[in-house]
Nanobody, 126 residues
């Protein structure tokens, strides 16, 4: 069992930066593929980025590639998302998630993730 708690959301102007974190409980965090997702009202969750247990496999959606950076610290059981050059369309509720299955080409599928955080709101304004 893994519990995930996100932090770091807030409001920022377009072009600005925010950093999200996700702290995990439990002793097996280092074995999980971790991901960040986001959701806006009336839409499904969109995969933003994913990172393998050893950080050797990293994946991004095309919409954030080059602007967002995912990383993890297994010793601290913490997942990070550095978001730069934020755009209005980045406004969403951001979730972290943990998957027992290895990261791979299906990293953005919601169904492959076993545990989810409660979400943290990111609002980008003009």
């Amino acid at each position: 069992q893994v519990q995930l708690v996100e932090a770091g959301g807030g409001s920022v102007q377009a072009g600005g930066s925010l950093s999200l974190s996700c702290v995990a409980s439990g002793n097996t965090y280092s074995k999980y593929c971790m991901g960040w997702f986001r959701q806006v009202p009336e839409k499904g969750r969109e995969g933003v980025a994913s990172i393998s247990p050893g950080s050797n496999g990293i994946y991004y959606s095309d919409s954030v590639k080059g602007r967002f950076t995912i990383s993890r610290d297994n010793a601290k059981k913490t997942l990070y998302l550095q978001m730069n050059s934020l755009k209005l369309e980045d406004t969403a509720l951001y979730y972290c998630a943990a998957a027992l299955a290895p990261c791979g080409s299906t990293w953005s599928w919601e169904s492959r993730y076993n545990y989810w955080g409660q979400g943290t709101q990111v609002t980008v304004s003009s």
